[in-house]
């Protein structure tokens, strides 16, 4: 984004104050942008880049941002910009792998307010929602829930229920998402495309807030969750026509080093067939912790054959943050 402020939603799907139920100039102003710097050689920057913007949202009255991670995965220097035109230097402070969480704590103030948490699973399909991102109401959207169910993302990734939203947001990486009493219940993840009502839309994912609370301490003090990792393949794998392929591998990865190729098809795990990707995910997490053995069946070229794949923790793979 060249141009922050070069761009805005019709004034129509614009949220208005006298048509919300809460502060709305609090809640525009407890968003801010969100910049990150990341090093050529870091372990993402090939597939998320060097230069990552998005928004974040202020979630305590000390500055503490609540965004998500893979904006400031590995990176070494971030900055927060506020509506007010203030802009701080931030520290990655934790990322949650497994529900896709990053918290920024600044390091100077930044005189923001916060949004109180409410909860996702409070809101209802056809529930109205707001979308808040950076820029005040000009990249804010007046928006619906249309579907909660589970999200499953080919860079191992599960959620049990996400939120989905039309419209869509453009800017969605970390946009905060406010249900009708501007509590913060989702935090943006990725642009997808849903069929509603015949025809196929492009709509947004959120990330419940639901989710910090159980790990919300942990992260804090360690930066990362409570549990213990999950078996990480370093193996993108897509669901094609109902077949799970190999669409990459991670450089040096545990996939990669046991001779896993892009094209292999994913036919089983442990003996037991797999269809979808959430049930590969998930019965791969079954077998342990990171540094268990995953036993792989895969198809090459109309062969199969069995291979065993010695996991890791992702996290031992990515550039740690600098220290303070």
């Given at each position: 984004m060249s141009n922050e402020h070069a761009w805005s939603f019709p004034?129509?799907?614009?949220?208005?104050?006298?048509?919300?139920?809460?502060?709305?100039?609090?809640a525009l102003d407890a968003v801010v942008l969100v910049r990150a710097e990341i090093p050529e050689d870091a372990y993402s920057a090939a597939t998320l880049g060097t230069e990552r913007g998005g928004y974040g949202a202020v979630i305590r009255e000390d500055g503490l941002v609540l965004t998500i991670g893979y904006l400031i995965n590995e990176a070494t220097q971030i900055w927060l910009t506020t509506n007010r035109g203030a802009s701080v230097a931030g520290?990655?402070?934790?990322?949650?792998?497994?529900?896709?969480?990053g918290l920024i704590q600044p390091l100077g103030r930044l005189a923001a307010p916060h949004l109180d948490r409410g909860l996702a699973a409070d809101v209802k399909v056809g529930?109205?929602?707001?979308?808040?991102?950076?820029?005040g109401r000009a990249h804010s959207?007046?928006?619906?829930?249309?579907?909660?169910?589970?999200?499953a993302g080919h860079w191992e990734y599960v959620l049990d229920e996400a939120l989905f939203t039309v419209p869509a947001h453009p800017q969605w990486g970390g946009a905060a998402l406010l249900d009708a009493q501007g509590n913060l219940i989702g935090t943006g993840s990725l642009l997808v495309q849903q069929e509603i009502n015949g025809e196929t839309r492009h709509v947004n994912m959120f990330v419940p807030v639901d989710l910090l609370d159980p790990i919300f301490d942990a992260m804090?003090?360690?930066?990362?969750?409570?549990?213990?990792?999950?078996?990480?393949l370093g193996m993108s794998t897509q669901d094609a026509g109902g077949k799970l392929v190999v669409a990459r591998l991670?450089?040096?990865?545990?996939?990669?080093?046991?001779?896993?190729?892009?094209?292999?098809?994913?036919?089983?795990?442990?003996?037991?067939?797999?269809?979808?990707?959430?049930?590969?995910?998930?019965?791969?997490?079954?077998?342990?912790?990171?540094?268990?053995?995953?036993?792989?069946?895969?198809?090459?070229?109309?062969?199969?054959?069995?291979?065993?794949?010695?996991?890791?923790?992702?996290?031992?793979f990515l550039r740690k943050p600098p220290l303070h």
């Open positions: 004034e129509a799907v614009q949220p208005k104050a006298d048509q919300t139920q809460f502060d709305l100039e609090r520290y990655p402070l934790a990322y949650d792998q497994a529900t896709g969480f529930d109205s929602a707001f979308v808040i991102g950076h820029g959207l007046k928006t619906r829930i249309i579907a909660k169910h589970e999200f804090l003090k360690t930066g990362r969750s409570p549990h213990p990792p999950r078996p990480w991670s450089a040096g990865g545990p996939a990669s080093r046991a001779g896993v190729q892009v094209g292999d098809q994913v036919l089983g795990v442990g003996g037991a067939n797999v269809q979808g990707l959430a049930e590969f995910f998930r019965t791969v997490w079954r077998l342990g912790t990171a540094g268990v053995e995953v036993p792989l069946t895969l198809s090459r070229a109309g062969n199969a054959f069995q291979v065993k794949v010695k996991s890791a923790d992702r996290n031992d």
